[in-house]
């Protein structure tokens, strides 16, 4: 199967920057797509941002758009969430997610797999 690990979360203030990244392992011939997605307390998982597996086509929500990018650096196997104008809105688990298609991936339900999580905190 697919590993994924998260890293990057933290605390910052609002107006600020903070870069995630997500290091895919394993098996991974079968995933043509990645993504970041958010969860904060007592709220449904919601779609961030999803690129294909080389980072050629990207997306980003409505919600981020002008202030998060996604991207793909092939060469070490990594891909990042640039954040930047943070929002207190914005705090939430941030989760690197891997499926096998690009089409539908502003579904959660679209992908396989799931990292465990890295905590973002936006305070006022």
């Known amino acids: 199967q697919v590993q994924l690990v998260e890293s990057g979360g933290g605390l910052v203030q609002a107006g600020g920057s903070l870069r995630l990244s997500c290091a895919p392992s394993?098996?991974?011939?079968?995933?043509?797509?990645m993504g970041w997605f958010r969860q904060a307390p007592g709220k449904e998982r919601e779609f961030v941002a999803a690129?294909?597996?080389?980072?050629?086509?990207?997306r980003v929500a409505d919600s981020v758009k002008g202030r998060f990018t996604i991207s793909r650096d092939s060469a070490r196997n990594v891909m990042y969430l640039q954040m930047n104008s943070l929002k207190p809105e914005d705090t939430a688990v941030y989760y690197c997610?891997?499926?096998?298609?690009?089409?539908?991936?502003?579904?959660?339900?679209?992908?396989?797999?799931w990292g465990q999580g890295t905590q973002v905190t936006v305070s006022s």
């Open positions: 690129c294909s597996w080389k980072g050629t086509n990207t």
């Open positions: 997610t891997a499926g096998p298609g690009y089409r539908d991936a502003e579904i959660k339900e679209a992908y396989d797999y």
């Open positions: 394993g098996r991974t011939s079968s995933v043509y797509a």
